[in-house]
């Protein structure tokens, strides 16, 4: 069974401050994708890592997929209220069948003004 | 482009009712996956539709069934509801070059909340 692990669980900032969320597992993903999911609402997906060692940007957002393709990283820059909302990491197994995703709990953001 | 689209938005059942959830997934896409989201938690596999096969099922009991229609829209039923079925429905489509792709990017409807009483 491949399980993801994110930390922290629950997270509240100030507007301007930076913040990293992890991303961990014993198992090694073919890929992993990053949602941000509002109350009541499906997950949107923010990007999708594939080579390990691989970082990708969008705009404030850094997304980091480890070397050993097992973990990932978020770091937001400079968090604003609009950033607030639930973080899933989900990642695609290399030897189940399909592309079933296997999510975190999710990391709960709040960034207050 | 239409995005993935679910009805009905909420649904309050009783147990041991049944329940049909639909999914029209988004254009051009050939796969549809289900995930069950309960409050506080990251969504769970339940299973997944490959040009209308069955491909890939999570740990749910056969009361979860599903379908896929050849326009790759999808059906989800649960039998003899449990108050545990309680939670957010969620169907994600992506487009599967095989059955045994694991790298395609799926997208989320805005799901179905499922209360049962």
């Known amino acids: 069974t491949q399980l993801l692990e994110q930390s922290p669980q629950f997270l509240s900032i100030q507007e301007g401050e930076n913040l990293t969320v992890y991303c961990n597992s014993s198992?090694?993903?073919?890929?992993l994708q990053w949602y941000r999911q509002e109350p009541g609402e499906g997950p949107v997906l923010l990007v999708t890592?594939?080579?390990?060692?691989e970082v990708k940007k969008l705009k404030r957002l850094t997304f980091q997929f480890g070397d050993a393709r097992k973990d990932s990283s978020l770091h937001i820059t400079a968090a604003q209220p609009g950033d607030t909302g639930l973080y899933l990491c989900?990642?695609?197994?290399?030897?189940?069948?399909?592309?079933?995703?296997?999510f975190g709990e999710g990391t709960q953001l709040t960034v207050n003004p | 482009e239409t995005g993935v689209t679910q009805s009905p938005t909420h649904l309050i059942k009783t147990r041991g009712q049944q329940v049909t959830l639909r999914c029209s997934s988004q254009?051009?896409?050939?796969?549809v996956s289900w995930y069950q989201q309960a409050l506080g938690q990251g969504p769970q596999f339940i299973f997944q539709?490959?040009?209308?096969?069955?491909?890939g099922r999570g740990n749910f009991p056969p009361r979860f069934s599903g379908l896929q229609f050849p326009n790759y829209s999808s059906e989800l039923n649960v039998n003899a509801l449990e108050l545990d079925d309680s939670a957010l429905y969620l169907c994600?489509?992506?487009?599967?070059?095989?059955?045994?792709?694991?790298?395609?990017?799926?997208?989320f409807g805005p799901g179905t909340r499922l209360t049962v009483l």
């Open positions: 254009s051009g896409h050939n796969t």
């Open positions: 989900a990642g695609a197994g290399e030897e189940t069948s399909g592309s079933r995703l296997t």
């Open positions: 198992s090694v993903f073919s890929s």
């Open positions: 890592v594939v080579t390990g060692g």
């Open positions: 539709y490959y040009r209308e096969e069955e491909n």
């Open positions: 994600a489509s992506s487009l599967a070059r095989t059955s045994r792709s694991s790298y395609n990017e799926q997208f």
